[in-house]
């Protein structure tokens, strides 16, 4: 009897190691699946941070993640499908949705600028599918259609001013024309000519697409 009690003694405890290691297994591989490597950070300068820790050029960014950067910061996300973000100074950005299909290109992405600058360089998934990178603002969204813009959102003046950098119709390097489609609820205004550039306030429809002007360009490149 005693020989029969001391086996399922044994029985239990190597049942219960066997479960504990099962549950760790099934919760690494939960970590796995819920961080998703999306990039990782090609440059910073200054502070910069994910909210919880200091982030570093060469570290990794996940599916997310809010990038913070200081004053006189910034730092540039390197996307896995060849985009790069170009975060500026005092800035929040947040990476919403990253899918990517390294096989065909095929995907989408989706970020938030909460406050600050944003610049995007766009890559193979706008490359293949124009329409299927966004940027969201709090006064709208800003669709890209394979291009280079900037964004700057301005939280005291409650405002986005959006610039198209380029290519647009007419460019020389055989590169598909660029465009930004800036719009909300109130209406709609398209970048499509380089340093064209828009403002969008909240309650109201983005304002028609104009030229820029040395002051306001020499304004965004001081931002990045």
């Known amino acids: 009897m005693l020989k029969v009690v001391e086996s399922m003694k044994k029985f239990i405890a190597i ?3 066997f479960l504990l290691i099962t549950l760790s297994v099934q919760s690494e591989e939960k970590l796995t699946i819920e961080k998703q490597l999306i990039g990782i ?6 502070t910069v941070s994910n909210g919880t820790k200091e982030l570093k050029t ?8 809010t990038i913070l950067s200081g004053a006189d910061s910034g730092a540039q996300l390197l996307l896995l499908d060849q985009s790069t973000f170009t975060i500026g100074s005092d800035s929040e950005v947040v990476m919403d949705t990253f ?11 989706v970020s938030t600028v ?17 329409d299927n990178l966004t940027v969201e ?10 291009t280079e813009f900037q964004t700057i959102v301005n939280k005291k003046s409650k405002t986005t001013q959006t610039l ?28 499509n000519k380089p340093y064209s550039f828009t403002k969008m306030r909240k309650g109201s429809a983005p304002d028609k697409a104009k030229q820029i002007s040395q002051r306001q360009l020499k304004m965004f490149k001081k931002q990045v």
Do not use: H
């Open 15 to 17: 049942f219960f190691g």
């Open 41 to 46: 950070l090609g440059v910073t300068s200054g």
């Open 58 to 65: 060469g570290d990794k960014i996940y599916l997310g993640e």
């Open 99 to 109: 899918i990517y299909d390294p096989q065909n290109n095929d995907g989408k992405i």
């Open 114 to 130: 909460k406050k600050g600058s944003l610049k995007v360089i766009s890559g193979l998934i706008s490359k293949k599918n124009p």
């Open 137 to 146: 603002v709090p006064e709208g969204t800003l669709g890209s259609r394979g």
């Open 164 to 191: 198209l950098i380029g290519p647009g119709k007419n460019n020389t390097l055989g590169l598909r024309p660029g465009a930004v489609l800036v719009s909300n609820n109130y209406g709609s205004t398209m970048l």
